[in-house]
């Protein structure tokens, strides 16, 4: 090895004690073996490519806010200018989120942070002025609750409206507060539900926008009074048919609103809806993909909106008086998110990322069609330009409903015949794989010559609004039947899939889908890690916080319902634990509001017991998924180890 690039590595890895990379001090490993440095040493540069996201622009200058790792967790960072230096301002253990300037000023931020991944943030102040301030953090909420903060300013930029579950841990109320004044907290509304967010003002701050979501499929928009609070409903449902409402901006006039709506489509479009007559006008109805994120300029004449394209995503600007789409140049293929608009109308920010390329801030100049790049980050001195390119696969499901999903190969160079597979399912439910940068997991394809295969199963989000619910209720198990038939069709690809090598994971929901798959399709797989996932829908429902369980029980069922109940503990991985009987890998935080830990550990329990080999690794500091880098660093180190034991010897 380059003494050079062995002396990096060094510097890189943990401490290690007899050639061995021992946990953190708050990490607790259970029948966890050794990991052997060699493994630290191999995987070196995959655990450092960094990404970036943009947070907000400064009001006045042309500078903005990013979020990006430098240590162990993303932190605020100001930008300057284009690929200028990115100058950190908050250095906390847990990582800062949402930090977004005031519409007027620009002599502080506000963001959010929460406390070992519990997801019960709280809203702070930074100041940036004047000189002897800079620094100043200053704590806006109650310190206790969780306080969800999306950006909802004022146009006067003298307050911002967000919701806290203060009243009684559960319910989302709204509060208004002037960041200057923290004694300006109040309530603005007492909502007896879960699931709210405030979104956009009027232009004369009278009112604001109310979402009120129930479910992916089901969401409405109120208009709220921003001094009494009273709220009007401005999308009444029209039958029995459910209807979703997600992004919201005023028009210039405050006569309408440009929304995203799946009313009378498969798909989400963009719409304008009139406030006086309440009706409502589909702007895109010749694109027959979602519209996913949208942003108004300052002065309302351009509307841009990004449309989700089989996974891709394609850039639109839109004339809103005239309502005809304008021509913009196109930005590098891959994943276009956080669209927003500088004050002087003309730049435009967002996020892209692709399987090459990791997530990185941009501007284009909408008059002028410049594209500019804010920040660069770091690819571990790798060149990225031979990663492996996803290939879009299609098979059919039990039912003979059409199922896809993305492959990586590896080089059929480096790695000829049939190679080992590793299935990852998405959480969500209702979300969807896209093929962004893969980060870490390039490693398996580069160094280990294993495909992945990224399964957007039945549930998912991006096909429709029917696709979304065919795995709702008693329809669960469907979406388990979709990697059944993706089994049979990685069997037909002998030439260059290896069927009796398969390893599948998963976090979140797809946690539960990798305990569920273990336990129906043992004989089709060789091992499995969940991570954070589900292993009973009953005690899952019963313990996870107070403020989603409404939320979920609307995807899940309701296990208050004795036939959906007895459905629920039927379908369990934990019910059926005994099945699994190839080796399983779990992992778990400990403060995991969303999944309780003792989804994991009732999980390994039961499967200790029916003899199988069971691998757990909890962290004390960490809710829903590893997020500092340390941990995440060595669960993947262990999950390497976990590969070459199980699935590739």
């Not at 009273?230 to 979703?244: Q, R």
């Not at 190969?409 to 049939?418: L, N, Q």
């Not at 794989?433 to 990224?454: H, K, M, Q, T």
């Not at 999950?639 to 010897?649: G, M, R, S």
Request: proline letters at 6%; charged letters at 25%; one cysteine or more.
């Amino acid at each position: 090895m380059n003494p050079v690039r062995y002396f990096w590595l060094l510097l890189s890895l943990p401490a290690l004690a007899a050639d061995v990379v021992a946990p953190n001090e708050n990490l607790v490993a259970d029948n966890v073996p050794p990991i052997p440095a060699s493994i630290a040493a191999g995987v070196g540069r995959y655990t450092e490519f960094r990404a970036a996201g943009f947070s907000s622009w400064h009001p006045t200058r042309r500078e903005m806010l990013i979020s990006t790792r430098f240590a162990d967790t993303s932190q605020v960072h100001r930008v300057s200018f284009p690929l200028g230096a990115r100058y950190q301002l908050t250095f906390f253990r847990d990582s800062a989120r949402n930090a977004s300037f005031p519409p007027a000023g620009g002599d502080f931020f506000v963001f959010s942070k929460d406390a070992g991944g519990n997801e019960f943030a709280q809203v702070y102040r930074f100041d940036l002025s004047p000189a002897d301030a800079f620094g100043r953090v200053t704590l806006l909420t109650d310190g206790a609750s969780r306080n969800e903060f999306s950006g909802s300013w004022s146009h006067a930029g003298d307050r911002f409206a967000y919701t806290s579950t203060r009243r009684n841990k559960k319910d989302s109320d709204f509060y208004v507060v002037d960041p200057a004044d923290p004694k300006s907290d109040r309530l603005l509304a007492q909502i007896d539900d879960t699931g709210w967010s405030p979104g956009d003002w009027t232009p004369d701050d009278r009112q604001l926008i109310a979402h009120q979501y129930r479910s992916i499929n089901e969401s409405y928009l109120w208009l709220m009074d921003r001094r009494s609070g009273e709220k009007k409903l401005l999308t009444p449902k029209e039958g029995d048919t459910n209807v979703a409402y997600t992004a919201a901006r005023f028009s210039k006039d405050g006569r309408g609103l440009f929304i995203t709506t799946d009313r009378g489509s498969e798909f989400t479009h963009l719409a304008y809806l009139d406030l006086a007559t309440r009706e409502q006008t589909n702007l895109t109805q010749n694109i027959p993909w979602d519209v996913e994120d949208i942003d108004l300029s300052d002065d309302g004449k351009l509307l841009a909106f990004v449309t989700n394209e089989d996974g891709l995503s394609r850039l639109h600007l839109l004339d809103t008086q005239t309502r005809k789409e304008l021509h913009l140049p196109t930005p590098p293929a891959g994943m276009i998110a956080s669209l927003s608009f500088h004050k002087n109308n003309r730049d435009l920010a967002f996020r892209l990322s692709s399987a090459r390329t990791p997530s990185d801030v941009y501007s284009i100049d909408v008059a002028s069609g410049k594209l500019d790049r804010w920040t660069e980050s770091e690819t571990a001195g790798m060149s990225t330009a031979t990663f492996a390119e996803p290939q879009l696969i299609r098979w059919q499901s039990f039912d003979d409903k059409t199922i896809c999903g993305f492959l990586y190969r590896p080089d059929p160079k480096k790695f000829p015949g049939p190679r080992p597979v590793i299935v990852n399912i998405h959480g969500g439910p209702e979300s969807q794989f896209r093929p962004g940068f893969l980060a870490s997991y390039n490693y398996y394809l580069n160094e280990l010559g294993v495909a992945l295969i990224f399964p957007n199963v039945r549930g998912s989000a991006g096909y429709g609004k029917t696709f979304l619910t065919l795995d709702n209720g008693f329809k669960r198990q469907d979406s388990v039947k979709d990697i059944g038939a993706l089994f049979d069709w990685i069997q037909s690809q002998r030439d260059t899939l290896d069927a009796s090598r398969v390893m599948v994971t998963g976090g979140s929901y797809g946690g539960f889908m990798t305990l569920a798959v273990a336990t129906t399709y043992a004989d089709r797989i060789r091992c499995a890690v969940d991570v954070v996932g589900i292993s009973n829908f009953v005690s899952f429902l019963e313990h996870t916080e107070a403020y989603r369980r409404d939320l979920r029980r609307a995807e899940y069922g309701d296990e208050r319902d004795p036939k959906m109940r007895e459905f629920l503990t039927k379908i369990s991985p934990l019910t059926n634990a005994s099945r699994c009987t190839k080796p399983l890998f779990v992992v778990q935080g400990q403060n995991d509001p969303r999944v309780p830990r003792t989804e994991a550990e009732q999980m390994v329990a039961a499967v200790k017991k029916a003899g199988t080999p069971v691998w757990y690794l909890m962290a004390k500091d960490e809710g829903h998924g590893f997020a500092k880098k340390k941990n995440a660093d060595f669960q993947f180190y262990a999950t390497i180890a976990f590969v070459n034991e199980y699935l590739l010897k």
